[in-house]
């Protein structure tokens, strides 16, 4: 089954840091650089699970695209390359608990080639991150609202940070996109819908409240995850692992791998067997890339497709 992602690729500088930073000061720490991006993680999981999978991104010819190209291709993710000025780079600052922060210099995606690269999927999955760009935002979810109603558009992740008025606008795009699938962690669905919301389970009740008709799914690590939509919730535990996490990026766009690919082929909605089967995938696949260093880093357990 062909699924179409569009989302960025990135080269990811990780910094994971033995001590604090000082002012002036010089110390040790463990870099490396590796393919990332959100986008391009989460078409990177899926091809691995043996799905037919196009990523439409930014990149370009230069010293970043020169390594993520061939890196992407590698995996078996078909790459449409859309125009860009660079490639994209972020630093991801790793804590001693594996949480990070990032610095990212991401590039903008043009949406005049995104329809070309949807065409023929049966499943469309948009980062958040290109929903949330002003300067393609509202073009991009006008093509992903004139898509078949066959092709299943999930949309989801973007870090979306309070401001009143961005969330507005992407509430708004989320609604023009048809969005059936939205995966977000907490936090973003609380910066989404502009209130606190004190757990998961509420975070996705509020969140199917306000795009009725999709199914809402929000992540929250140690929290477990929760889904909700027409008529139904449905809560899902984290899986423990034996290990301590050593690095949280990418771990998202495991699970939404791991979701989307347990959905694929499935009746929509989805029955609630199925659903939490394809969340206790993405819990698993998720804690798995927490335990290793880097967003596209191989695990233990090999992927599989439903």
């Known amino acids: 089954m062909r699924v179409t992602v569009i989302g960025d690729a990135t080269l990811d500088v990780t910094v994971r840091r033995a001590e604090a930073p000082r002012a002036g000061g010089d110390v040790p720490a463990q870099i490396s650089i590796s393919p990332g991006g959100q986008g391009a ?7 691995r699970a043996g799905l037919d999978v196009r990523l439409a991104t930014a990149i370009a010819d230069d010293a970043g695209g020169r390594l993520l190209a061939p890196a992407l291709k590698a995996d078996g993710v078909r790459l449409v390359r859309l125009a ?166 990418g771990a998202g766009d495991a699970y939404v791998a791991a979701l989307i690919a347990a959905l694929l082929g499935a009746p929509w909605p989805p029955d609630l067997r199925t659903l939490r089967d394809a969340m206790e995938r993405g819990s698993r696949d998720g804690a798995l890339v927490s335990r290793v260093l880097g967003a596209q880093a191989r695990t233990a357990a090999k992927p599989t497709a439903r």
């Open 41 to 47: 993680n989460v078409a990177v999981r899926l091809a």
């Open 84 to 249: 860009a000025p660079r490639s994209g780079l972020v630093i991801s600052l790793l804590d001693g608990a594996g949480e990070r922060a990032m610095l990212s210099d991401r590039v903008t995606l043009d949406p005049a080639g995104v329809a070309a690269a949807c065409a023929g999927a049966e499943w469309v999955h948009c980062s958040a991150y290109a929903l949330a760009d002003d300067a393609s935002g509202d073009a991009l979810a006008r093509v992903l609202g004139s898509l078949p109603p066959s092709t299943r558009v999930s949309a989801g992740g973007g870090s979306l940070q309070p401001d009143a008025a961005r969330s507005a606008r992407v509430r708004d795009r989320v609604a023009t996109a048809g969005v059936a699938l939205l995966v977000l962690g907490r936090d973003e669905a609380a910066a989404l819908l502009e209130r606190p919301l004190p757990s998961v389970a509420a975070a996705a009740d509020a969140m199917a409240s306000a795009f009725p008709g999709l199914i809402a799914v929000v992540t929250g690590a140690a929290a477990g995850s929760a889904a909700a939509g027409p008529g139904f919730a449905l809560s899902v535990p984290a899986i423990e692992q034996p290990t301590p996490m050593l690095d949280a990026t």
